[in-house]
């Protein structure tokens, strides 16, 4: 019986592997909302607001992972393409940590702060200040960037395991 993740592992990575897809679709509708549109400010803190929560999801799913040993990839793959997983994955949780930090760090240093799901305010710890502000949304849009490739990567590698499923990766991954 071929060794594969626990149904945490699995039901972690596809609830946030959707929860990110989708926020970052949401991040890029924000790019063509209008300045000054009546809903934008009501748009961003739901984006700002449901960011917040996957990055708390993200970082019990990062607990759970520092503790938990995942099962080895087999032998049977090239050494170069475990290798090229291992550094693929660490990066995409550097990733999922980067992105709701730097957004959150940023929010912080204006004046708006954040209001969680445009109910709450949480006041800004920082100062209102538009080149700290714009260091750290900098980070976030950059990230985001590297992010998609990243993902795009890992993506096309499934597929690749899924049409040539010599090594049963894709099933690891899968709650069957
Ligand atoms: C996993 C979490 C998150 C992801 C994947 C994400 C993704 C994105 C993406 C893709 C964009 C569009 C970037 C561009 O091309 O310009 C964006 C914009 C933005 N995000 Fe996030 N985000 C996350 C969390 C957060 C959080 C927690 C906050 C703040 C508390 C936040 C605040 C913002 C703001 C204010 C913008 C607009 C930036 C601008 O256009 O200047 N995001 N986000
Ligand atoms: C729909 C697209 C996706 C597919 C088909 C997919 C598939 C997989 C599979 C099959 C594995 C197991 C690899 C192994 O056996 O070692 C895996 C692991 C992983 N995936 Fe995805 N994934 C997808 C999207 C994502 C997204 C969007 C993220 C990031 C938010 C992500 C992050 C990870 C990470 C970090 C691991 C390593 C898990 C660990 O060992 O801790 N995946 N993925």
Known sequence: MQERYTRTAILLHWLIAAAVLAQIAFGWYLEIIPLG???????????????????????FRLAWRLTHTPPPLPESMPAWERSAARVNHVLLYACMLIMPIAGYTASNFSKYGVKLFNAVLLPPWGVDDRDIYALFNGLHVGTSYVFVTLIAIHTLAAAKHMVFPRHGILRRMLPL
């Open 37 to 59: 549109a009546p809903p934008r400010a009501a748009i961003i803190n739901f984006h700002k607001s449901t960011g917040l929560v996957i990055g708390l999801l993200i970082v």
